[in-house]
Nanobody, 126 residues
Framework: QLQLVESGGGSVQPGGSLRLSCAASGFTLDYYAIGWFRQAPGKEREGLSCISSSGSRTKYADSVKGRFTISRDNAKNTVYLQMISLKPEDTAVYYC???????????????????WGQGTQVTVSS
């Protein structure tokens, strides 16, 4: 069974940091681009970042550029999202998703991705 599992979410104060992990089981991520998304209550799912299968190509949404860093370790079949300088508006459920090779048109569109994790909650609050 092909599965993505996110972990590393939690509660943190403004200005704090978290590192999310996205681990794959049932398949290898070697040939997949991985995207990170988030969805806050009452809001649409937002594409945050994407990394190519080799890790050589990355994309970031303006809302997280300079604060979030995507990376991957194919030997561990895992992709990471390092988040620093967290803000209350970063509070959301965070998802990772996989697409073969690279998104066809728009990397931040959820429709581009085939496999999804169940999400992990990130709460930024004082």
């Amino acid at each position: 069974q092909l599965q993505l599992v996110e972990s590393g979410g939690g509660s943190v104060q403004p200005g704090g940091s978290l590192r999310l992990s996205c681990a794959a089981s049932g398949f290898t991520l070697d040939y997949y681009a991985i995207g990170w998304f988030r969805q806050a209550p009452g809001k649409e799912r937002e594409g945050l970042s994407c990394i190519s299968s080799s890790g050589s190509r990355t994309k970031y949404a303006d809302s997280v550029k300079g604060r979030f860093t995507i990376s991957r370790d194919n030997a561990k079949n895992t992709v990471y999202l390092q988040m620093i300088s967290l803000k209350p508006e970063d509070t959301a459920v965070y998802y990772c998703a996989a697409v073969w090779s690279w998104p066809t048109n728009i990397w931040y569109s959820a429709e581009e991705y085939r496999y999804w994790g169940q999400g992990t909650q990130v709460t930024v609050s004082s």
